[in-house]
């Protein structure tokens, strides 16, 4: 029987960052994987979700693909590290569980991988997010606000990505985009769920050389479109400015429609 929750062995946050950069090791498939898992609520998805967002084929089903990719890279993991993996009762090996917690979603009945702590960290600290980076946003670091109490001060020369500030304001705001309230959930059913990315209201020149980030008053979640209009304007636009630039249904299809008229008179 397969086990309920699985918490395995795994290496430090500098080791990850070491992996992540070794190209013998670790390939653009294995950092594509992960950065879709980051994009997801608390870093956790189920395989079959990360099939159907890599491949873009909903008629590909089963997690298969992923599995296999996350073993052989598990396989040439342990090859340079003195890790080993754990076995289920059955004598089968859990390659997953150097890179993943996992356990079964009451559910769903979907098995679920959330990624390690030590390799969030290591993902935030090189840029392998695979969310956008605007530069006119500031990092967020682990602050006073933050259940453990940590306190740290910022400079805003630094671009880094805190999952614990983030699980924070979507907790609060939910994953719905603060903008056009899109939710993917409700667009994609389990696909979507929790996917969402995270805007930062405030922007470097409105702040000094130190600053300490609140998740829930300081971020906000926002879907990849609306996350990159706001940034289409230095500075940014607020999230009132861009809920008065979209344009009315009826007003948006009939530019749509003028447009590709034009465009079709062009090519008589």
């Given at each position: 029987?397969?086990?309920?929750?699985?918490?395995?062995?795994?290496?430090?946050?500098?080791?990850?960052?070491?992996?992540?950069?070794?190209?013998t090791i670790?390939?653009?498939?294995?950092?594509?994987?992960?950065?879709?898992?980051?994009?997801?609520?608390?870093?956790?998805?189920?395989?079959?979700?990360?099939?159907?967002?890599?491949?873009?084929?909903s008629?590909?089903?089963?997690?298969?693909?992923?599995?296999?990719?996350?073993?052989?890279?598990?396989?040439?993991?342990?090859?340079?590290?003195?890790?080993?993996?754990?076995?289920?009762?059955?004598?089968?090996?859990?390659?997953w569980?150097?890179?993943?917690?996992?356990?079964?979603?009451?559910v769903?009945?979907?098995?679920?991988?959330?990624?390690?702590?030590e390799?969030?960290?290591?993902?935030?600290?090189?840029?392998?997010t695979?969310?956008?980076?605007f530069?006119?946003e500031?990092?967020?670091?682990?602050?006073?606000?933050?259940?453990?109490?940590?306190?740290?001060?910022i400079?805003?020369?630094?671009?880094?990505?805190?999952?614990?500030?983030?699980q924070?304001?979507?907790?609060?705001?939910k994953?719905?985009c603060?903008?056009?309230?899109?939710?993917?959930?409700?667009?994609?059913?389990?696909?979507?769920?929790?996917?969402?990315?995270?805007?930062?209201l405030?922007?470097i020149?409105?702040?000094?050389q130190?600053?300490?980030?609140?998740?829930?008053?300081?971020?906000?979640?926002?879907?990849?479109?609306?996350h990159?209009?706001?940034?289409?304007?230095?500075?940014?636009?607020?999230?009132?400015?861009?809920?008065?630039?979209?344009?009315?249904?009826?007003?948006s299809?009939m530019?749509?429609?003028?447009?590709?008229?034009?465009i079709?008179?062009?090519?008589?």
């Open positions: 029987m397969r086990e309920e929750y699985h918490e395995g062995t795994t290496l430090n946050q500098f080791e990850w960052i070491e992996v992540l950069h070794d190209r670790t390939t653009k498939k294995d950092i594509l994987i992960l950065q879709v898992m980051y994009s997801f609520e608390e870093h956790k998805a189920s395989a079959s979700q990360i099939e159907l967002i890599i491949s873009g084929n008629e590909r089903k089963g997690p298969g693909p992923i599995n296999l990719e996350m073993g052989n890279w598990g396989k040439r993991l342990v090859k340079k590290y003195p890790v080993r993996f754990t076995k289920r009762e059955d004598g089968t090996e859990r390659k569980d150097i890179f993943f917690d996992g356990w079964t979603d009451n769903t009945k979907l098995f679920i991988w959330k990624i390690k702590k390799l969030v960290l290591a993902l935030e600290e090189v840029g392998l695979g969310e956008e980076q530069p006119e500031i990092p967020i670091e682990g602050q006073n606000f933050l259940p453990e109490g940590i306190k740290r001060i400079t805003v020369n630094t671009y880094e990505r805190n999952s614990k500030a983030r924070k304001c979507i907790e609060y705001w994953a719905i603060s903008v056009c309230h899109f939710n993917f959930e409700k667009k994609y059913g389990e696909l979507g769920k929790g996917f969402i990315h995270v805007h930062h405030i922007p020149s409105e702040i000094g130190t600053y300490q980030v609140d998740p829930i008053n300081d971020l906000r979640p926002v879907c990849p479109n609306c990159s209009m706001l940034h289409r304007k230095n500075p940014p636009l607020t999230i009132d400015e861009l809920k008065e630039r979209i344009r009315e249904p009826h007003s299809q530019s749509f429609y003028n447009e590709q008229k034009n079709t008179e062009r090519h008589k």
